[in-house]
C-alpha cells in the first residue's frame, strides 16, 4: 500500500461546482499536511496548509481527519483557473528523527465551461 | 526575486552518458530538495540537503546518482550512467528552516535518455 494514496481522476465538472478531493495516509508518524497545486507542464506550487480545526482560504477549504488518516480539499464556485493537478504532501517523523517528505500522485481538476 | 533556477532546462542524451543537472536554491534557504517526477510513481523525493549537508538520501535510486551541494547557493544531481528508465522531470526545491514546509519549486529538468 502506498504511503499517500489519492484518486488520479480527472474529475470534469462545470464552472460555478463544488469539488472535494481525498488524500489517504497510512503512516500514524504523520505531523504535518499540505495541498499544493500543479498546472500541466509547471513546478508545483504550495496550495494551503492543513490544520487539524479545518482551515479555509477563499474558495478552498482544506480539512484533516487524524482517526480515518485522511485529509480533504473543497473547492468551491469553481473556476476555470482552478483546473491543475492538486497534489497531497505529508511530512512525517518516523523514529529515525529524519523528516520525511511523501507527495502523492495527484487528482487531476477540469472544471468546463 | 529570482526563485529557485534550474538548468538545463531540458536535456536528451544517450543511455550511457553522464547527465548533470544543476540548481541554484532562493538566496537564504537553508533546504534544498531533489525530485523526480514521472507519470507512473508521480513526484519522488530523491535527497535533500540542510545546510549543504545531505539529510536524508534513501530516495535516490541507486548508486547512478549522485548529489552533491558544495555551498549554499548551488548543487547538482549526476546520473552516470543514464539509462532510459530515468527518464522524467527533476525538480529542485528549496526552503528555509522558519518555514521547511514551504517549498518553492523551480522550473524542472526534462530528461529524456534514448
Known amino acids: 500500500r502506498k504511503e499517500v494514496e489519492q484518486d488520479p481522476g480527472p474529475f470534469n465538472v462545470p464552472e460555478g461546482a463544488t469539488v472535494a478531493f481525498n488524500c489517504t495516509y497510512s503512516n500514524s508518524a504523520s505531523q504535518s499536511f499540505f495541498w499544493y497545486r500543479q498546472d500541466c507542464r509547471k513546478e508545483p506550487k504550495l496550495l494551503m496548509s492543513?490544520?487539524?480545526s479545518g482551515n479555509e482560504d477563499g474558495r478552498f477549504t482544506a480539512q484533516l481527519n487524524r482517526a480515518s488518516q485522511y485529509i480533504s480539499l473543497l473547492i468551491r464556485d469553481s473556476k476555470l483557473s482552478d483546473s491543475a493537478t492538486y497534489l497531497c504532501v505529508v511530512i512525517l517523523l518516523p523514529t529515525s528523527g529524519t523528516y520525511k517528505y511523501i507527495f502523492g500522485t495527484g487528482t487531476r481538476l477540469k472544471v468546463l465551461a | 526575486d529570482a526563485g529557485v533556477i534550474q538548468s538545463p532546462r531540458h536535456e536528451v542524451t544517450e543511455m550511457g552518458q553522464e547527465v548533470t543537472l544543476r540548481c541554484k536554491p532562493i538566496s537564504g534557504h537553508d533546504y534544498l530538495f531533489w525530485y523526480r517526477q514521472t507519470m507512473m510513481r508521480g513526484l519522488e523525493l530523491l535527497i535533500y540537503f540542510n545546510n549543504n549537508v545531505p539529510i536524508d538520501d534513501s530516495g535516490m535510486p541507486e548508486d547512478r546518482f549522485s548529489a552533491k551541494m558544495p555551498n549554499a547557493s548551488f548543487s547538482t544531481l549526476k546520473i552516470q550512467p543514464s539509462e532510459p528508465r530515468d527518464s522524467a522531470v527533476y525538480f529542485c526545491a528549496s526552503s528555509n528552516s522558519d518555514r521547511v514546509e514551504t517549498q518553492y519549486f523551480g522550473p524542472g529538468t526534462r530528461l529524456l535518455v534514448l
Open positions: 492543513v490544520y487539524s
